[in-house]
């Protein structure tokens, strides 16, 4: 078993959402063994797509120059993660009602036709199956439910996107609520904690 954990917080050690997700991570880990792939692109950011990138992956490999060549390894090595594991576990805060730039930068790296999809004659088919994903979000107000919640873009994109690469159980821990106080912030992590074991014993 392989377990892939992507953190996208800047805030390090501090991070909500990167302590939930690597509890998470150590608790699936405990019941089924196996490794844990640790990949933090909020500490170590990602290249974002650009012009190298595009005009790379739509050539052979022989026909690309250095600075092709290494986008291209840098996208294959993270694409070759996520298909060697048997759960995904990503976590970013909230940031303008949606993920992370550092974690879109990973999510554009590893859609790539040919390797996580494909198009076909009936239109596109993920690649990357056989998976199951947790997304941890943490978030200073309640975007769960409520009237806020038509503003969290996070889930509904994750989910699309995680599905459109062939990983269709997407399970949510949010940690939300935490700048309403401490009290508030101390609730919101002990239901995210219990979240957290819930989906560890169920898995």
Do not use: C
Request: proline share 4%; aromatic share 6%.
């Amino acid at each position: 078993m392989s377990i892939l954990l992507v953190t996208a917080s800047p805030r390090g050690e501090s991070s909500l959402s990167t302590k939930l997700a690597n509890d998470l991570a150590n608790k699936l880990q405990a019941r089924d063994g196996g490794d844990i792939v640790r990949r933090d692109v909020g500490a170590n950011p990602l290249p974002h797509i650009d012009g190298v990138f595009a005009a790379a992956i739509n050539k052979p490999a022989d026909a690309r120059n250095a600075a092709e060549a290494e986008a291209v390894a840098i996208s294959d090595k993270l694409v070759d993660e996520l298909l060697a594991a048997d759960s995904v576990v990503i976590s970013t805060g909230l940031i303008n009602f949606n993920i992370s730039s550092a974690l879109k930068a990973w999510i554009d790296n590893v859609a790539r036709a040919g390797r996580t999809f494909s198009y076909t004659e009936n239109g596109p088919v993920g690649l990357a199956t056989g998976k199951k994903a947790y997304l941890v979000l943490a978030s200073g107000g309640v975007y769960s439910e409520g009237p806020a919640a038509a503003l969290n873009h996070a889930v509904p994109y994750v989910k699309t996107v995680l599905g459109f690469l062939g990983i269709s159980q997407v399970e949510i821990i949010y940690v939300e609520g935490v700048a309403f106080g401490p009290e508030a912030a101390e609730k919101a992590i002990a239901a995210a904690i219990a979240r957290a074991e819930e989906l560890a014993l169920a898995a």
